[in-house]
């Protein structure tokens, strides 16, 4: 396992808290460790990939 150190709005701990104090999770790491799971799984690097071509192309000859 690795450890990884974040800083998060009050109100998205407050909902991660109760989301522990409900018993859908055992413990606040558990929460983080599946949205971010959850995260990576909808957002395939393909569609990262076109992200980051798109903003290179934006920045080389603008669409504004």
Known sequence: MSTLTIELPPQ???NIQNLVFTGW???????VEEALRRY????PTDLME????DDI?????GND
Do not use: A, T
């Open 12 to 14: 998205i701990y407050q």
């Open 25 to 31: 999770f055992k413990d606040v790491n558990s929460v």
């Open 40 to 43: 990576l799984e909808s957002h």
């Open 50 to 53: 076109q992200f980051v071509n």
């Open 57 to 61: 192309e934006w920045g080389l000859r």
